[in-house]
């Protein structure tokens, strides 16, 4: 039996400001689903869960969605609000993380909290315009957030879609079904703006507005085909086993293309 | 530390170390159709019901089951008895190590969609891998039962 995590201790906080103070301590640390964390080489002192503090419900109020950070992405998936709010693009950007099992496991917050590169949801999240609240740092835009230091220590509670009118669509590109996404892309339109997520680049998401005004005109094959090379030449992309820079540029510029066009079509 | 919870039904009390997974714990209490197969949270062998859900029980913490309801396929022989000589039939599997988790994962799909559609097994499938066969059998098998099933209706 391979074992390479240890726990000395484990503890269900009872309270927020309780799991806040054990966070402060470097070796401890706060559990999602325990995915990731599972595969690391790594001594844990407390082991930190946050399952009796009522962080695993989705609460709807007039102008947004309150999500728990312990909410599974399954639950997401399944989500009539949040299918009708994205047009689909919420169960398109989480269902092809391995599979159901592991997606009734995996938490928002978990797949938040870790700013990974791959990450699906880091990427329709942003274009989403959420917001997330920490316990100490208070609220703040996600991709504020998503810019703070990794040695950041605090308990992010819960993260707030506004219910704003509008379209997103959610695409991504994999070498084999359930893979991590070579690519991923989400292009939100929202009171006569534009928000291009590109995320798995490999570097974690970054995004783009539509600084030319190639789409003010309307989305058309020419206009998203330009709008899709703009982006394509602004964003900083990488490689690694999963593909090179010119590979993820080539792939950029055919998803955020169809992904304007989807827009178009939908709207 | 001490944890209680019930395992297929019957409430268990137990001393566990903090790091404890679930699938050790459950294949400790002798339910041994709960496989380590890529320890990576990829594969679907250690496929458990947590409060009727399937979680990956090699990614879950005993003490995080702590309080709840954890089902195996060892609990569950008579919901799985009405499907899987249909994947037998079709010759499904050759090796059989990925069965229960593919079982177990079936069960959840058919309480959750009874009536699914290839393209719905297949995505709630996704996630068990099978090394040895294509898919197509374990298809085959379960959209045999269902069509069998509404035959009997």
């Given amino acids: ?267 | 530390m001490e944890i209680k919870l019930t395992l297929n039904g019957k409430p268990l009390s137990a001393e566990i170390e903090a790091d404890t997974l679930l699938i050790d714990f459950v294949r400790a209490h002798g339910c041994y159709s709960v496989k380590r197969g890529c320890e990576t949270a990829n594969c679907g062998l250690c496929t458990v019901l947590l409060d009727g859900t399937p979680v990956l029980s090699c990614s879950v913490l005993a003490a995080r089951a702590a309080g709840h309801h954890v089902q195996t396929l060892e609990g569950l022989q008579e919901e799985a008895e009405d499907f899987v000589g249909f994947i037998a039939d079709q010759g499904a599997e050759q090796c059989g190590f990925c069965n229960p988790g593919f079982v177990m994962n079936t069960i959840a799909l058919l309480r959750e969609n009874p009536d699914p559609t290839d393209d719905e097994i297949r995505a709630y499938l996704a996630g068990n891998l099978c090394r040895c066969s294509g898919y197509e059998g374990q298809l085959r098998g379960i959209r045999a039962y269902l069509d069998g099933r509404k035959g009997e209706a």
């Fill in chain 1, 1 to 267: 039996m391979r074992k390479v995590l240890s726990i000395n201790q484990y503890v269900r906080a009872q309270s927020l400001d309780e799991a806040y103070t054990l966070c402060q301590k470097k070796n401890n640390v706060v559990l999602g689903g325990m995915l990731w964390l599972k595969m690391q080489k790594r001594n844990i002192g407390t082991a930190i869960d946050l399952c009796d503090l009522g962080l695993d419900k989705i609460e709807e109020t007039e102008t947004a969605y309150r999500i728990g950070a312990m909410v599974p992405l399954r639950a997401l998936e399944l989500h009539e609000g949040f299918a009708k709010l994205t047009q689909g693009a919420m169960e398109e950007a989480v269902r092809h993380i391995v599979g159901v099992q592991f997606r009734n496991c995996a938490t928002l917050g978990g797949s938040l909290w870790g700013r990974f590169g791959f990450s699906d949801v880091l990427t329709l999240f942003l274009a989403l315009d959420a917001r997330v609240r920490l316990h100490h740092a208070g609220e703040m835009a996600l991709a504020d957030f998503a810019a703070l230091p990794r040695t950041t220590r605090d308990i992010l509670v819960e993260v707030i879609v506004p219910k704003t009118a509008g379209r997103v669509v959610y695409l991504s590109q994999r070498n084999i079904s359930t893979d991590f996404p070579v690519l991923t892309v989400a292009l939100a339109a929202r009171d006569g703006a534009y928000t291009c997520v590109i995320g798995a680049r490999p570097m974690p998401a970054a995004v783009f507005a539509d600084e030319k005004g190639l789409l003010a005109q309307g989305i058309t094959e020419d206009s998203a085909r330009a709008f899709a090379e703009d982006i394509a030449s602004r964003a900083a992309l990488g490689g690694n086993m999963r593909g090179s820079a010119d590979y993820r540029r080539e792939i950029c510029k055919v998803l955020v293309r169809r992904a304007a066009l989807a827009l178009a079509k939908e709207g």
